[in-house]
């Protein structure tokens, strides 16, 4: 995010170039994306992490002697046999890994739109303006 | 939303009172509203003219604070949204969870089975009941110490009407929080450029009496 009153350049660093609505515009939409990036990132891993208790829980029904087990649902524990559990868990990886790749794919295109800005916005205003983290 | 722009007006009123020759209204840096109520920063296309707009025209000092104000308010506004936003996204989770249960209750009802389950009695202990599906009935906790019953199916329409207006809510929140990380980017942006500005015309009047 560009920062106030970040720090001074020298005299030839400086950059005349006024900011135009259109920069203004740009420069927004880079902030913003910075905030939605960190936010996509936070939810890519906490899915991660779902994903990857829920794959234990598959390798554990796939150990288990056939008994019937019990599911967690809303607060409460439901007995259920391990082939229900074995569905319940396999529906559930292909819902949130469906969400995974789209937020992946959301991650690939926010990069991918901040490369064109910030090479826009440097071109623009060089030194006079900082777009790294 | 209403109350933030009140307190942003009874501020401005308050700051009129302390100083009366720094009479920049926040009318003049805003340029109306979003449809919830969230001032807009007004962009500065020409800081010369923005200046000489005011009579007598603004010094940098006056603009740089007056847009620093409008700075720390909308930094307000965005703590705000933040917490609501936190606290929606944290509401979701919940009702998809209930969710998740009646259609399981449905599920065992279809097979005709009922279902075994270990329910929370008390903080730690958990006991073990037998729920009765053929009934088709469950009761959803509506909050205020109100618990109805409702048929399998009304509970899931009511849920399903609770997670897409979370949803919504979610989605608006969000809206106007990235609506007010560009008032504030917008703010940032103008007071560093009026400073810069300042700099320039001061150095240009030093050379020019040179």
């Known amino acids: 995010m560009p920062e106030a009153n970040g720090m001074i350049l020298s005299k030839e660093e400086e950059n005349d170039n006024e900011v135009r609505r259109e920069d203004q515009d740009a420069i927004n939409e880079f902030g913003r994306l910075n905030a939605r990036l960190d936010e996509v990132k936070r939810q890519v891993d906490n899915l991660k992490k779902t994903l990857e208790k829920i794959d234990d829980a598959s390798t554990e029904l796939m150990m288990g002697d056939g008994d019937a087990v019990m599911l967690s649902l809303g607060g409460a524990m439901f007995e259920a046999t391990e082939d229900e559990a074995t569905e319940y868990c396999e529906a559930e990886v292909e819902r949130q890994q469906k969400i995974l790749d789209k937020l992946s794919e959301e991650e690939a295109g926010i990069v991918e739109r901040q490369e064109t800005l910030k090479k826009l916005l440097y071109g623009r205003f060089g030194k006079s303006i900082n777009l790294e983290a | ?210």
């Not at chain 2, 307000?76 to 399981?104: F, G, M, N, W, Y």
């Not at chain 2, 729920?131 to 399903?160: P, R």
């Not at chain 2, 809510?169 to 450029?193: G, K, P, Y």
Request: some cysteine; overall charge negative; charged content about 30%.
């Open chain 2, 1 to 210: 939303m209403a109350e933030i722009t009140s307190s942003i007006a009874a501020a401005e009123a308050s700051n009129d009172n302390e100083a009366p020759v720094a009479n920049i209204s926040l009318q003049n840096i805003i340029d109306g509203t979003n449809e919830r109520s969230i001032p807009k920063t007004k962009f500065i296309d020409d800081i010369d003219m923005f200046s000489g707009s005011f009579d007598p025209p603004a010094s940098p000092e006056l603009l740089i604070g007056a847009y620093s104000d409008l700075h720390s308010k909308f930094k307000q506004i965005e703590q705000q949204l933040t917490e609501k936003k936190a606290h929606r996204e944290k509401s979701i989770p919940e009702i998809e969870k209930s969710i998740k249960l009646v259609r399981h209750l449905m599920q065992k009802k279809e097979e005709g089975d009922s279902a075994i389950t270990r329910y929370n009695l008390a903080d730690i202990v958990y006991a073990k009941a037998e729920v009765d599906c053929s009934q088709g009935i469950v009761n959803l906790w509506l909050g205020a110490d109100v618990m109805l019953e409702y048929t399998y199916e009304e509970a899931l329409e009511l849920l399903t009407t609770k997670e897409s207006k979370a949803k919504q809510d979610l989605e608006d929140v969000t809206e106007d929080l990235s609506f007010t990380r560009n008032q504030i980017i917008t703010c940032e942006v103008n007071i560093s450029r009026v400073y810069n500005w300042d700099v320039r015309r001061k150095r240009a009047s030093a050379s020019g009496s040179n």
